[in-house]
């Protein structure tokens, strides 16, 4: 026999109008009421009638505010987050696009809370690590707008889910592959996007981190003698590189964290250096065309345009038929590309 929200709010000992909210993930329900009535709920496997919601849902309009980072990536982000609005053109989305810099986190705070106030139903952000955005996401939860995040996550806030790429995997990726091209000997510099606990890229971090362990373990006799922070900006990632390249031209390669490696091989040529190996991430055009003029030795890729795509679908599927997502974080394929690979 199927079960009504009736009959579960008459199990639980409360009004249907809280079995409604929280079926539909809506604020204004105690934390001990909400996990005694989802027990119920999925005790009876009960399910809404998704049908019925979804061909009620046709007329709503669906604001979603897409707030991404003005880095490298932004552009393919965009992109998917453009294919997965597409799919679902028989719904009435409006997408907001608000653009900051990875050095500004109490303006995508700002962006946040003003995307709440202006009645947005959904937030797909691309976040940067610090308290103020937390702070600024949890509030949003609690006014019943979910946030995903996108190509970086935002760990101990109340983000729905995050879409991103297996950051701390593929920082070892990138640090056994130095090593076996320099056959495990050599002195290298990191560029990363900053160095703060907080006002950083989680997912970058994270490559980081896992990159240093592995030459630790793995290749001692590899030492890393500088570590640039670029800020994700262009102007600076490039006067720093000009900068490492004069001040230590004994270097045998550069571990490119995150975006900027147009400008670093630009560096490069300027300083006519032969022979460096540099290990990056994604395959941009341009960093396609550094592999054919061997200045970029390897990089991992991943779907940029899936990583915005899969957020949306995500969000619809929330906001349409009221499904949670089934895990805390997605994560897309990657390859490891070189020149020949091309």
């Not at 009421?33 to 399910?47: A, G, H, M, S, T």
């Not at 995307?115 to 690590?129: E, F, R, T, W, Y």
């Not at 341009?286 to 915005?308: A, F, H, K, N």
Request: charged fraction near 30%.
């Amino acid at each position: 026999m199927k079960v009504t929200m009736k009959q579960i709010a008459e199990i639980a000992g409360v009004h249907r109008s809280t079995v409604d909210k929280v079926i539909h993930g809506r604020p204004g329900v105690s934390d001990d009421v909400r996990k005694k009535v989802q027990k119920i709920i999925d005790e009876l496997e009960y399910k809404p009638n998704m049908v019925g919601m979804a061909l009620k849902s046709q007329s709503k309009v669906f604001r979603l505010a897409a707030i991404l980072l003005d880095v490298d990536a932004m552009p393919y982000l965009r992109e998917g987050i453009a294919r997965g609005a597409e799919e679902y053109r028989d719904f009435n989305i409006e997408l907001q696009y608000e653009i900051c810099k990875f050095s500004e986190p109490q303006e995508q705070a700002r962006l946040i809370r003003e995307a709440v106030q202006k009645g947005c139903d959904g937030i797909i952000l691309s976040p940067i690590n610090a308290g103020v955005v937390r702070d600024a996401v949890n509030r949003a939860a609690e006014k019943g707008v979910p946030t995903i995040t996108v190509n970086s996550d935002l760990t101990d806030s109340r983000r729905l889910c995050t879409v991103d790429q297996d950051n701390d995997r593929e920082g070892r990726i990138a640090g056994r592959l130095m090593g076996s091209f320099l056959r495990g000997q050599g002195r290298i510099a990191v560029v990363t996007a900053a160095s703060a606990e907080e006002n950083n890229n989680y997912g970058v971090k994270n490559r980081e981190t896992h990159f240093v362990s592995l030459i630790s373990e793995q290749f001692p006799e590899i030492k890393i003698v500088r570590r640039i922070e670029s800020m994700e900006d262009p102007v600076i990632t490039f006067a720093q590189t000009m900068r490492l390249l004069e001040e230590e031209p004994e270097l045998d390669g550069i571990f490119v964290t995150c975006g900027g490696v147009k400008e670093i091989g630009r560096a490069i040529k300027i300083n006519g250096v032969q022979g460096l190996t540099v290990v990056c991430y994604s395959d941009y055009p341009e960093i396609q065309e550094l592999m054919r003029e061997d200045i970029v030795t390897c990089t991992i890729s991943s779907d940029l345009p899936e990583q915005g795509k899969l957020p949306v679908q995500l969000m619809m599927n929330y906001l349409l038929l009221h499904q949670r997502p089934k895990q805390e974080q997605y994560l897309v394929k990657s390859a490891i590309m070189v020149k020949e690979s091309l």
